[in-house]
Each structure stands twice: as structure tokens, then as C-alpha cells.
């Protein structure tokens, strides 16, 4: 069974970028839904309910750091990964210590996100990057 | 297998993102910014950061990154932007502009290393990669000062305190030391340090750190983790649990005799349970994230049912894939006239009931796809303000522009394609229009320049406006200076009007005559501006006053491609005229019609009608005989009123309009050409234009 993963960025592109890296991973994660701000990515979290979220820290309307708070409200065991741009150590940092599982840092690269989800997400099998 | 176009995507939105800066910036500069909006810019800035960045364009992401620290700190209060300050982030916008139509043409990027230095000169606080901290983490990552002067560790100590005390080191399980080095070039290798932390936390509890979270935080961090742990996990486990974290190069564990181990750095501190959320954020001090209390009645309160409304209420789309359905819908409205000749069916029968209600069906279809394509002015001013601002900045000269009815809307492309056609006028009224500052304060005329952009709906049309208040054009040196170059001759010359003389300077290669002798003050690039606007289906009318100033006005179809027009038959072909242009048809008999001033023309109620024969007209022949009766087709040019006689009028019909290729163009009687039901070709005759031609001639 892939793992449900929603998306959350405002740019479509950074969006796309990571859909991209996921539907290529061998089946491993399905692309459940996405949300472009913080609010859209509750709603869509409860309606849901994916075992991975992906989510951009600076958002429109309710940014990513509030987002994951209120998603680990709904689901304390909810697994949400941050996708961070270079230079903002203290978002990332804030939101680790709201609770969400790990980082992803812009640009990403198709073998590092991989790695990153195998890591937090022992059902997505280990160590075995797309090519 | 999916491939998404990513450098399109790219492409188009990062120019969203820098024309809503532009925007911001434009707003700021006339009066100071709410904080959200503020919060915006940095936004923008942000978003084009991380684009840029995953593109592989390092010198864009680096100007957005100056910029988004800068808007960062001004967010934050930390500066107070002067129009200095506003004027460079300006500048560094249309750097960031100038890179992405750099990306859309593959040419080399221009750099922003210098406005970049500008900017990063500006922030206070120049540490290198990382943002002032804001973070709402308990251990207090703080404010600017608690980070400048080495107050940082009382300041993190602080908050703190008050709220939980120090965790008692008296757990009963052995102490670990678990020494941890993160892969050296490890992206954000601080915010990896706090993930290894909390991983680290699954399996026992946290005691001390070093160094503290707060160089953690803020970017400081030199990449070796140091932590005490009371854990019952076997240190082997332990150490291979944590070295299999991403980015972690090397991991020991090993018992810690004493806390006093762990102790060698003077930076350490004890690792902080998390606060309540409601007291981290008040420390934090954070608005917008930090006011718990004020949540119930801001917006997220409103919750997850606008949440997921917004959710499913908007979608984009490919304007490519937009031109494919409006093709087809054009498609299909031929095929419902294909289809009405085929069947021909009674008035009244089930037939001709059904056609009507597929008749309904594509034009409802037809006018949701238009609106759909409808974008407003606005959304290419900000591209114009640009342009404005770099041409009267690099001629010197103090430009103010005034848009007004940004709210009409236009189909996109027609937008797109005028937005060339616009910046020549702008650059026209600026170099040549807009008089120097002395020059103008001789005059008596205000030292700044002003140039106004007026859009207004007329009908059917959206009418364009450009005026500026510079010296004008002379018509009568624009008729002197055709006699001379031998484009026209004196007698010609002298029989144009005004304001057929002013449409010289459209002539190619009449403008750069005029640029030599420098007379008209005008009209570098104006035959590509009369040709553009002709070929979306507009006119172009120049007006002009000495000394006064100049103003252009063109009329253009909000809409595109689909076009009811009359089909008529003359010289032995087939023209389309379209709809829009003509106000009525009737018969005309020729004894009515008189000769008056070398015109044929008639009285057609209080209206002096001159009339044209399409078919003399298009075969040199203008004053062939008319027939005893034939049909004509009403039309105004300005206040005067014509008649444009064919042999036969088919009928009317919706066209698909397809623009004509080289050297066809060139003609501008013709607006484009229509494929027929029965594929025959028929051209669209533009009368405005055809009259033009004809009065020339």
C-alpha cells in the first residue's frame, strides 16, 4: 500500500516539484491532496487523513508552524515534515519543537527527500532511492 | 508518469510573486504598509527565494534572500524604511523581473550582487544566513538583543524559568554522553541538531545540551551535538539509532559518569521540557502566531469550513489549455451552423427546437470561456509603473503615471500582446514627449512629467487611452517632413487632416526620418504599435496638441477569436465585416445617390452617408458604377458616417478569427481571415481601416 501523502505549499511549483519526486519513487507514496495555506491544509488533513504531510513553513493566511499544531491537535500521532528554505534554522527549529517529525530543505533533490521520508517513515522502505 | 513543465510553472509564478511586490511597493511608497502586507512582501520574497533556488539560479535567489531578510526585519520593526530603502527594494524587484524574462528568453541572468550588498547594508543585524530569529522555541531563541552582546544566554534562560522549572536531573537510568557530528555542508545543520533531539527524546530524557538550543536556533551552530541523556538504552543501540539519522556523520555514546561530563563547554545548558503552547507563544512575542486569546475572533475562527471552501473554489489552469477549449468552442459554434444548413429545419419543428437549445447551450459555453479568459488591466500595471520608472530614471526626467479604470478587464492575450505596444508609447512619451525639466518649467508647465493610462468601456469595446502632457505633435511638420523624405506628395499631404497626418508617424520608416530631423518629437516603434493593436481587432487614433501634449487612443475587443460578422460577396470573392463594426445594413438605390466633393454620398436621415463600393475599392477602381440597388453596410469613422456597398449580403454568421500570416498582415483593411462552412476562405474586412486606405488612395 503506498503511503497517502498531502501536499502543502503555496507555489504550485514547489508543489509540483515534490508530487514530482513522489509519484516517481516506485509506487512507495501516493499524492492523496494538496493545500496552498496553513487553514486549507487542516481542512484537507481531517478530510483525509493521509500518514504524511508535507508542508511549507511561510504560507498565506496561517503559516506552517500553526498548521502542524493544530494538525497534531486532530492527530497527536500525525507525521508531518517541513519543507524549509535555506536560512530560516529558527522556523524549522519552532516547528520540530511543535512537533512536526523532520525537514526538507529547498531545492530539493529527489535522492535527499527520499532519504528523509524512508527515515521517518519505516513503512516506506529503506535505502531504496528511485533512481 | 507525470513531467510537469517546471521552468513554465517557474516562470509565470514568480512573476506573480515579483508583480505583487511591485504592487506592495508601489502602495508603500504612497503610504505606509499594514503589517500583513508587509508580512506579504516578505512573503513574495520568500517564495521567489526557495523557486529560484530549486531552479538552479542561485544569483535570483540570493537578491530574493537579501530582500527577504530586509522584509523580515522591517516586519519585525527592527527597521523603518525610508523612500531610500523602498526605492532599492524597488530596484532589487525589477532586478528580479529582469532575471525571470532573462530565464523566459535563455539568455544569461543580469546579477544583483550589488543591490544585494545594498540591501544586506541596510539590515542592522548582517549574520550572515540566518533571518532574526522568531522562533517560539521555550528556550527563548529571542529578540535581536537577547542574540547581540552575549546576552543570549539569560535572555533564554528567562521565559523559561518562570514557567517550568529545571527539569530534576534525578533519573533513576544510567547517563548517557552521546556526542554527535553532523555531516559538514548538512543543509540547516541546527535544525537537524533539534530533530536528533527529539529523536534522541523517544528513548530517554533529555538532560543537558551543548551547545544551547539558542545557537541552535539562530544559525551559529558549528555542527557537533553534545547531549546527556538518562536512558536505559543500551549505548550501542542507542548509537545506532541516532547515527542512522539523516545527516549525522559520526555518533559516540558512551556512559557519562557525572553530569559535570558533559559539561566542558561553557555554552551548555539544560535542555527545556516544552512550555503550554499559550505561554511560549506570549514569550515569543510573535503577533499573528503569538496571540492565542485574540484567535477567537480572527480569522481562524472562521476555521476549517472557509478552509475547505477556498480549498475547492479556485483551481488553475494552463492558458494553453484555456486556448484549446476556446478553440474548440469556436469549433463547435461552426458546426451548429453547419449543422442548422444541413438539416434546414422548419420553423417550429422538434428539429429546429433542439438546434435552438444547442445554439443556447454553446453560446452560454462560449461566454463563460470568454469571462473566464478575462483578466483586468491591473494586472499589467505593475509591468508598466517598471517601465516608466527605468526609462524616466535613465533619461532623467521626473515621470508620474496615472492609470485609471484598472478594473476593465481584457482577454488575457490581448493583455500580452499589448503590453509591448504600451511600453513603446511610455518610452515615446518619455523620450521624446515629456519635454526636459527646464524646458518645461520655460513653459510654465509643472516640473514633472505626467503621463496618464485611462481605460473605459465603450459598448462592445474597451477604449485604451495614453495621454501625456509633453510638447505634442505638429501636424503640419509631419506633412512637411512626407513631402521631403518623398513618402507622399505635396498635394496628398496637403489633403490629409489633421489627424490623418498625425497617423504618419505609423508609416514604417517614418518615424526614424522624423527622429533625424527631430520634429515630431515622437514616433520611434509607432508602425509596430498601429500594427499590434490592428491585428487584435483595434484602432489607433493619435490626437495631439502643440506644446500642449499627445494622446493615443485605441479601441480594442475585450474578447478574441469568436466574432459574429456579416458574409458578403464583392469583386468576386467573399469578406466577412464584422458585426461589431457595422451599425446597419439597408438598400441603397442608386438614384439617391449624389456626387458631392469628389465623393458619392447620400442622405440617410439627418446623416450625410459617403458611399464606398467594397468590390471598387479592393480592385482600384473606386468610382466603378453602381448598380441600380445593391446592399450596404453602415459605418462610423469618427462623426462621419459611410456606406459600404457589396453585391450581395449572405448573411450573418459567427467566424472563427484566424490572423493572417506574413505579408498579409501588412494590409490593414483586413482584421483577419474566417474559414467558411464550406471552406472557402473569406478575409475580414476592418472598414475603419478599409477607409482609411480608401481616402489615402
Known sequence: MPIRVLVVDDAMFMRSMIKDILVNAGGRYEIVGEASNGREAIARFRELNPQLVTMDIVMPQLDGIEATREILKVDPAAVIVMCSAMGQEALVVESISAGAKDFIVKPFTSERVLQVLAKILPGAGRGSAAP | ?697
Open chain 2, 1 to 697: 508518469m507525470e513531467s510537469p513543465d517546471f521552468l513554465g510553472l517557474f516562470i509565470s509564478e514568480a512573476r506573480e510573486h515579483i508583480e505583487g511586490q511591485a504592487a506592495l511597493l508601489a502602495r508603500a511608497r504612497a503610504s505606509a504598509l499594514e503589517r500583513e502586507e508587509i508580512h506579504d512582501l516578505f512573503r513574495h520574497a520568500h517564495s521567489i527565494k526557495g523557486m529560484a533556488a530549486a531552479m538552479s539560479f542561485p544569483r535570483m535567489s540570493a537578491l530574493a534572500h537579501a530582500m527577504e531578510d530586509l522584509l523580515h526585519l522591517w516586519r519585525d520593526g527592527a527597521v523603518t524604511p525610508t523612500p531610500e530603502t523602498l526605492e532599492l527594494l524597488t530596484r532589487a524587484s525589477d532586478r528580479l523581473s529582469a532575471q525571470v524574462d532573462a530565464i523566459a528568453a535563455h539568455s544569461d541572468l543580469p546579477g544583483g550582487e550589488e543591490i544585494e550588498r545594498q540591501i544586506r547594508a541596510l539590515c542592522p543585524d548582517p549574520m550572515g544566513d540566518a533571518p532574526v530569529a522568531s522562533t517560539a522555541w521555550p528556550g527563548g531563541v529571542g529578540s535581536p538583543e537577547s542574540r547581540a552582546g552575549g546576552r543570549g544566554e539569560s535572555a533564554a534562560g528567562q521565559g523559561e524559568a518562570g514557567a517550568n522549572p529545571m527539569p530534576t536531573p534525578d533519573d533513576p537510568r544510567p547517563r548517557l554522553l552521546v556526542d554527535i557530528a553532523i555531516r559538514p555542508g548538512a543543509p540547516l545543520p541546527g535544525a537537524r541538531a533539534v530533530v536528533i533531539l527529539k529523536r534522541l527524546e523517544e528513548h530517554g530524557r533529555v538532560l543537558e545540551i551543548s551547545p544551547s538550543l539558542h545557537v541552535l536556533a539562530t544559525g551559529h551552530f558549528s555542527g557537533r551535538l553534545r547531549v546527556v541523556l538518562a536512558s536505559s538504552v543500551a549505548p550501542d543501540r542507542l548509537g545506532s539509532i541516532a547515527g542512522d539519522l539523516p545527516d549525522v556523520a559520526a555518533c559516540h555514546v558512551a556512559p557519562a559518569a557525572s553530569p559535570d561530563d558533559a559539561t566542558a563547554e561553557d555554552d551548555r545548558r539544560l535542555m527545556q521540557r516544552r512550555a503550554p503552547p499559550d505561554r511560549r507563544a506570549s514569550e515569543a512575542g510573535v503577533p499573528g502566531r503569538a496571540n492565542e486569546e485574540g484567535r477567537g475572533a480572527g480569522p481562524e475562527s472562521t476555521g476549517e469550513g472557509v478552509g475547505r471552501a477556498e480549498a475547492i473554489s479556485t483551481i488553475r489552469v494552463a492558458t494553453e489549455r484555456m486556448d484549446h477549449l476556446l478553440d474548440g468552442i469556436g469549433e463547435l459554434i461552426l458546426d451548429r451552423e453547419r449543422l442548422k444548413r444541413a438539416l434546414a429545419p422548419e420553423p417550429g419543428s422538434r428539429e429546429a427546437e433542439i438546434l435552438e437549445g444547442f445554439g443556447r447551450t454553446v453560446d452560454a459555453l462560449r461566454d463563460e470561456v470568454m469571462t473566464m479568459r478575462l483578466l483586468p488591466f491591473s494586472s499589467i500595471v505593475p509591468r508598466l509603473e517598471r517601465a516608466v520608472r527605468d526609462l524616466a530614471g535613465r533619461l532623467g526626467k521626473d515621470v508620474d503615471l496615472d492609470v485609471r479604470g484598472t478594473e476593465v478587464s481584457l482577454d488575457r492575450s490581448t493583455l500580452e500582446e499589448m503590453i509591448d505596444p504600451l511600453q513603446h508609447i511610455l518610452r515615446n512619451s518619455i523620450d521624446h514627449g515629456l519635454e526636459a525639466v527646464e524646458e518645461r518649467r520655460t513653459v510654465g508647465k509643472p516640473a514633472r512629467g505626467r503621463i496618464e493610462i485611462e481605460l473605459s468601456r465603450r459598448d462592445e469595446r474597451v477604449c485604451l487611452a495614453v495621454s501625456d502632457d509633453g510638447r505634442g505633435m505638429d501636424p503640419q511638420a509631419l506633412r512637411r517632413v512626407a513631402v521631403e523624405r518623398r513618402m507622399l506628395s505635396r498635394e496628398l499631404a496637403m489633403r490629409l487632416s489633421d489627424e490623418e497626418a498625425l497617423m504618419l508617424v505609423t508609416i514604417p520608416g517614418f518615424s526614424t526620418a522624423t527622429r533625424t530631423t527631430d520634429i515630431s518629437g515622437r514616433g520611434v516603434g509607432m508602425d509596430v504599435v498601429r500594427m499590434r493593436v490592428q491585428k487584435l481587432g483595434g484602432h489607433l487614433i493619435i490626437r495631439s496638441q502643440v506644446g500642449v501634449g499627445t494622446r493615443l487612443e485605441m479601441d480594442l475587443p475585450p474578447t478574441v477569436t469568436v466574432t459574429r460578422a456579416f458574409l458578403c460577396r464583392a469583386a468576386g470573392g467573399i469578406f466577412a465585416v464584422p458585426v461589431s463594426a457595422v451599425q446597419a445594413t439597408f438598400q441603397v438605390r442608386r438614384d439617391s445617390v449624389q456626387a458631392s466633393q469628389g465623393e458619392r454620398v447620400l442622405r440617410r436621415g439627418d446623416d450625410l452617408v459617403t458611399v464606398l463600393p467594397l468590390g471598387g475599392i479592393l480592385s482600384g477602381d473606386r468610382a466603378a458604377p453602381f448598380p441600380d440597388t445593391f446592399p450596404a453596410l453602415v459605418y462610423h469613422v469618427g462623426h462621419r458616417a459611410y456606406a459600404l456597398g457589396v453585391d450581395e449580403i449572405l448573411g450573418e454568421e459567427p467566424i472563427v478569427v484566424k490572423p493572417l500570416r506574413h505579408p498579409l498582415e501588412l494590409l490593414p483593411q483586413y482584421a483577419g481571415a474566417a474559414i467558411l462552412n464550406d471552406g472557402q476562405i473569406a478575409l475580414i474586412v476592418d472598414p475603419v481601416n478599409l477607409t482609411r486606405t480608401a481616402r489615402q488612395a
